[in-house]
Nanobody
Framework: QVQLEESGGDLVQPGGSLRLSCAAS????????MAWYRQAPGNQRELVAR???????NYADSVKGRFTISRDNAKNTVHLQMNRLKPEDTAVYYC??????????????WGQGTQVTVSS
């Protein structure tokens, strides 16, 4: 079993910054892709940013140049640095990982979500 613990969500004013973190623990052989998704009320869950084990990344167009995803492979953690936040960034943010277990099978896990609210 694998657990994902997210932190960092908060209320912030427009133009402010937040840093989200997600730590994975449990029976993990190797984590491949780590990603952040978000879901605003009435909207579908959407990919915000993804980072692969080798460090390559991709971002949603709406966050390019403002958000930065990073990871620490030794600690099985992923971070999302969010700068110049806008009200439309308000959503529940979810951590997601693709991993290989000790039986060399692949698994996918979601975090419980952390609320980010951008408002004055």
């Amino acid at each position: 079993q694998v657990q994902l613990e997210e932190s960092g969500g908060d209320l912030v004013q427009p133009g402010g910054s937040l840093r989200l973190s997600c730590a994975a623990s449990g029976s993990i052989f190797r984590i491949d892709a780590m990603a952040w998704y978000r879901q605003a009320p009435g909207n579908q869950r959407e990919l915000v940013a993804r980072i692969f084990r080798g460090g390559s990344t991709n971002y949603a167009d709406s966050v390019k140049g403002r958000f930065t995803i990073s990871r620490d492979n030794a600690k099985n953690t992923v971070h999302l640095q969010m700068n110049r936040l806008k009200p439309e960034d308000t959503a529940v943010y979810y951590c997601n990982i693709d991993l290989m277990n000790w039986q060399l099978g692949t698994e996918n896990y979601w975090g419980q979500g952390t609320q980010v609210t951008v408002s004055s």
